[in-house]
């Protein structure tokens, strides 16, 4: 307020000085002296009103420049109106014009200043490069220019001949090979990716930002209503295979209208389900789950309109049977299983209750009730299975492939690991790393495939619409990855190669490496990357004598071999 008491003074006294060539005549200079304290007065009223005083300085914008001008034309209308109202001498009506005009430079200056100074420091601080010139990079822009975002972007780089050398928001559009120059040039130790990268891309990227010395990489995430978004680049990123034939159309035309149930809804893969059943439109959602709390969790998160949450076991044959003649699904997902490889090995009978005779009741029940599709979500640890785990589950293969099913048609979906999944590796790891603690894996040369939930529960639906009769679908999930070389992936992310890594051992029933097919003879489906598997015949009622053999005797893992020649369990 005192530096704008200043600005008035000075911008009047220069505006009548102008008017007259820098020689006032007398009876100006005593009008000027009576009418300046006035004006003065009226103008920082004025701000008040106006709120020009509450604005903080290092997010002045635009918009609050806007409200500086409108208060002195408001200011310089009431001075008119005094001076034709009040005064009787001499005063040139021209002082007023030139008097806005310098006051207005002056109050706008005076302000940006504290931005400018500010923006100036930060590009000294935090300088930081854009890697992608498109709609996302000038929002980015636009962000630290008004302070909202601690970065300061000094450059863009881009690939694209067409915008080499343009300028976005005053900032030139490198090309990529000029990174690292850029990168050494301004001292870079922030980068922000606008650009759509596929997942190998995006890790070479990664690399070369890290050996160039740039310690914080975000990706840029453009929101619906024009806000930036701005995260950390996570393993998610880096890992993920996106299948490129993803058809949302087919999904649709499965799920909607329909009366579907989901069982384990509340787990990482149902819940995932879920949501998409429920983007899809669904016409009822029965959502199963022995989990008070994931129960809880998946019901807040979908706002359905008719949404059925049942706290069930899959086990509790009688209980389900009230369900399904409640309800009457048209589809049933079984997501439902105990899928922890050594929890399922210190607890074999619960395992193959759970996953067995958890599947076998859903199975008969979808056939008894007539329900259109059931789909089994299997795993890869089915296929020569090394542990109680995957053995479960192979059996529950072979009973949906082999089972008199009626007018249900019966379907498996097999996949690997999905990144982020709960109890899965990368949650782990993030854990150990927020403990200060080294990244434990068990072997340096074991290896899994991975998928994003998304992605992995997209194509199961997918497979389910497209199967014509009891098959088993098997999703490409790309190459299988070196758990190791995920951990030093981490460690680099977080800036934390400093923990290390330790190797505990494989762990009882543990692979090293996870297979997905069984025959080389599986067929590729109307989708790349969605295969059947071939037939596995076995007779079922023999299969429904071993299940009924394995539940009563005492060594179960002898009866799964014998079950399953192939299973050999490892110790």
Request: proline letters at 3%.
């Amino acid at each position: 307020m005192v530096v704008d008491f200043v600005i008035f003074y000075f911008s009047l006294w220069l505006a009548y000085n102008l008017r007259f060539n820098f020689h006032m005549p007398s009876e100006h200079i005593v009008g000027f002296s009576k009418l300046v304290w006035i004006y003065i007065f009226i103008k920082i009223v004025i701000f008040f009103v106006f709120k020009i005083y509450f604005i903080t300085w290092r997010y002045f914008v635009l918009e609050d420049a806007r409200r500086v001008l409108f208060a002195l034309v408001v200011a310089a209308v009431i001075f008119i109106l005094y001076v034709k109202t009040f005064y009787t001498g001499a005063f040139p009506r021209t002082v007023i014009p030139i008097d806005f005009l310098i006051s207005f430079f002056l109050i706008g200056a005076f302000r940006f200043s504290k931005r400018i100074i500010r923006d100036l420091r930060g590009n000294r601080l935090n300088p930081t490069v854009i890697i992608g010139a498109n709609q996302k990079s000038i929002q980015v822009i636009s962000s630290a220019q008004e302070g909202m975002i601690d970065f300061f972007p000094v450059a863009i780089v881009d690939d694209d001949p067409s915008v080499m050398n343009a300028y976005f928001l005053n900032k030139k559009v490198y090309s990529c090979q000029k990174l690292d120059f850029l990168i050494q040039k301004y001292n870079i130790n922030s980068a922000i990716i606008t650009k759509n990268y596929d997942p190998d891309a995006l890790d070479a990227l990664f690399e070369r930002l890290k050996k160039a010395g740039v310690e914080n990489i975000k990706l840029s995430k453009l929101l619906g209503n024009k806000e930036e978004k701005l995260r950390d680049i996570s393993i998610e990123d880096l890992l993920a295979r996106r299948p490129k034939d993803l058809d949302t159309k087919v999904i649709d035309r499965l799920i909607e209208d329909k009366v579907v149930m989901i069982t384990g809804a509340g787990g990482s893969i149902g819940s995932e389900i879920v949501r998409q059943c429920a983007r899809s439109g669904a016409k009822r959602l029965i959502l199963l789950d022995h989990s008070e709390f994931n129960l809880y969790q998946i019901c807040e998160e979908i706002l359905h309109s008719d949404v059925v949450p049942l706290m069930q076991s899959v086990v509790d044959k009688k209980l389900l049977e009230k369900s399904f003649q409640t309800y009457r699904p048209d589809i049933v997902i079984h997501a439902a299983a105990y899928k922890h490889v050594p929890l399922c090995e210190e607890n074999v009978e619960g395992a193959i209750l759970n996953n067995i005779i958890g599947t076998k009741n859903c199975i008969d029940l979808s056939i008894k009730y007539e329900v259109d599709k059931f789909v089994l979500i299997s795993t890869d640890k089915a296929v020569r299975p090394t542990n109680v785990m995957g053995a479960t589950k192979r059996i529950c293969e072979l009973y949906a492939q082999n089972v008199e099913s009626g007018k249900t048609l019966i379907t498996g979906v097999r996949f690997g690991n999905v990144l982020g999944s709960s109890g899965s590796v990368i949650p782990k790891f993030k854990k150990l790393i927020a403990q200060n603690r080294p990244l434990t894996i068990t072997h340096p040369e074991i290896t899994r495939y991975f998928m994003l939930i998304p992605e992995a529960c997209q194509l199961v639906l997918q497979a389910a619409a497209i199967a014509q009769k009891n098959e088993l679908f098997i999703l490409d999930m790309g190459k299988p990855i070196k758990i190791v070389d995920l951990a030093k992936k981490m460690l680099k992310i977080y800036d934390r190669e400093d923990l290390g890594i330790r190797f505990t051992g494989l762990r009882k029933g543990e692979k090293l490496y996870e297979e997905l097919l069984i025959d080389e003879g599986d067929k590729k489906t109307m989708y790349d990357s969605i295969m059947v598997s071939k037939s596995t015949e076995y007779d079922i009622d023999k299969l429904n004598r071993e299940i009924e053999e394995l539940l009563i005797t005492e060594d179960k893992i002898k009866k799964l071999k014998d079950i399953l020649p192939e299973f050999h369990h490892e110790v």
